[in-house]
């Protein structure tokens, strides 16, 4: 196995983003429109956030999702900023995949924020971590 590889190898650097005023029925389409599981939320560039297609999901819990109407009029009683994970765990682009995955191991979320400067540049998730790993054998 390769060693002290940076997650800049593996990181999604094409990003999805949104910000804080977007309505959670909007992200949800996106998660599903984009087939993505984490959205930064970001301020500017600056990351405030992020929202998982997961923390959505439970907002509707018990709703059919034929129902759209019904599950969007939910996510819309909701404010993004107040569903968001704030202030998420960030990592920077020379961070290594090894310490990555014990960030993901010790915590319970499956995405990171890949910043520098302060400003966002990549977002990696276990998933990421998985395919790389799969590819070393």
Not at 71 to 94: G, H, Q, R, W
Not at 109 to 136: A, M
């Given at each position: 196995?390769?060693?002290?590889?940076?997650?800049?190898?593996?990181?999604?650097?094409?990003?999805?983003?949104?910000?804080?005023?977007?309505?959670?029925?909007?992200?949800?389409?996106?998660f599903?429109?984009?087939?993505?599981?984490?959205?930064?939320?970001?301020?500017?560039?600056?990351?405030?956030?992020?929202?998982?297609?997961?923390?959505?999901?439970?907002?509707?819990?018990?709703?059919?999702?034929?129902?759209?109407?019904?599950?969007?009029a939910?996510?819309?009683?909701?404010?993004?900023?107040?569903?968001?994970?704030?202030?998420?765990?960030?990592?920077?682009?020379?961070?290594?995949?090894k310490?990555v995955?014990?960030?993901?191991?010790?915590?319970?979320?499956?995405?990171?924020?890949?910043?520098?400067?302060?400003?966002?540049?990549?977002?990696?998730?276990?998933?990421?971590?998985?395919k790389?790993?799969?590819?070393?054998?």
């Amino acid at each position: 196995m390769k060693q002290r590889v940076p997650v800049s190898q593996i990181m999604a650097k094409a990003l999805i983003v949104v910000n804080p005023t977007k309505k959670i029925s909007e992200v949800n389409q996106m998660f599903n429109e984009y087939g993505i599981r984490h959205i930064p939320v970001v301020d500017g560039s600056k990351i405030i956030g992020v929202i998982s297609k997961n923390d959505v999901q439970k907002l509707g819990f018990g709703t059919s999702n034929e129902n759209t109407e019904a599950l969007n009029a939910i996510y819309d009683s909701f404010e993004l900023k107040n569903v968001m994970v704030k202030n998420p765990i960030t990592v920077t682009a020379d961070t290594n995949i090894k310490d990555v995955a014990e960030i993901f191991y010790n915590q319970s979320f499956h995405s990171l924020p890949v910043i520098e400067n302060e400003e966002i540049v990549g977002i990696v998730t276990t998933t990421d971590l998985v395919k790389y790993l799969l590819d070393q054998y």
